[in-house]
């Protein structure tokens, strides 16, 4: 059988093993798209990626992205693993940054400081939420609708929407219930006090795609950015706390460019290398 080189990454973590493991399977030419599928359910990963040739003009290579449940247009620790595994095989960009093609277009990665960051590709859907949603999503994180302060769809691909609340422990503190919101893809967003090491505490929750609670998400991070400094609630560069209730330590950098778009970025670390045969 055909062997295609295989890594797995650790994302949005400076400490190995602390954040989100994506695995990457390169030069995935040739697989198909049922065989992606059982890998990504293989792996048990919230994603598995399958890097490819690209066919797009100016794109470094091709991205396809798998949950156990299926495929997703944009995932972004997925976007910065398989770049860092890219990378570390001998991956050279046409230009200063890679740029990677995937479902929702081309998204561009740099380099800089230790840290690879992508930019975040504009959402889908915006706005705020149903009330009737607002209230489910109340009742299954066992809080009352007056604790969320504001709400937002933040859809850039996977389907999120976000709630807010008054800190980052009542975030931390969230209890919930996904059986009541079982097609949800929601996140809860709080902020710390001032002087502390991180601006807020951020979880999501994705009960729809078959994942209760991703350790650290980087497409709702980028979304989330792009609704909190384009309405004034939160000012770049700031970094963002997640996964402390799975025993991660995820740490995401946010911060915004002269011409306002917002990149979102974190250490990754190339784990695990070697072969699998498809």
């Known amino acids: ?15 190995p093993f602390l954040g989100n493991p994506v695995a990457v399977v390169l030069d995935a030419d040739g697989i198909g798209d049922d065989d992606m ?25 091709r991205l396809r992205i798998f949950t156990p449940g299926g495929e997703l247009p944009f995932a972004g620790h997925p976007t910065l ?26 998204v561009r990665i740099r380099r800089s400081g230790g840290i690879l960051s992508f930019e975040a590709p ?16 109340a009742a299954a994180f066992g809080i009352e609708r007056a604790a969320i ?3 937002q769809w933040i859809d850039n691909g996977p389907g999120w929407c976000i709630v807010r609340l008054a800190s980052a422990d009542e975030v ?24 502390s090491p991180h ?15 991703d350790p650290v998400c980087g497409s709702m991070n980028a979304s989330a950015a792009q609704w909190l400094t384009g309405s004034g609630i939160a000012t770049a560069p700031y970094t963002v706390s997640q996964g402390a209730r799975l025993q991660r330590a995820g740490e995401i950098a946010i911060a915004t460019d002269a011409e306002g778009a917002v990149w979102v970025g974190g250490a990754c670390t190339v784990a695990i290398e070697g072969t699998i045969e498809v």
Not at 1 to 12: I, K, L, S, T, Y
Not at 127 to 134: F, K, L, M, R
Not at 199 to 213: C, D, S
């Open 122 to 137: 504009p959402t889908v859907r915006s706005g705020a939420i149903d009330e009737d949603e607002v209230d489910a999503i």
């Open 172 to 195: 931390l503190a969230l209890e919930p219930d996904l059986s009541r919101i079982p097609d949800a893809m929601v996140g809860a967003i709080g902020a710390y006090s001032p002087g």
């Open 149 to 151: 302060v504001d709400h």
């Open 1 to 15: 059988m055909p062997q295609h080189r295989f890594a797995q990454v650790d994302v949005f973590s400076s400490t």
């Open 81 to 106: 693993g398989s770049a860092a595994a890219w990378l570390r095989a001998g991956g050279e960009p046409a230009g200063d940054d890679v740029v990677q093609e995937c479902g929702a277009g081309l």
């Open 37 to 61: 599928l059982r890998i990504a359910r293989w792996t048990n990963l919230s994603e598995t990626t399958f890097v490819l040739p690209p066919t797009r003009a100016g794109a470094d290579y």
């Open 199 to 213: 601006a807020f505490e951020l979880r999501a929750f994705a009960p729809a795609i078959g994942v209760a609670e």
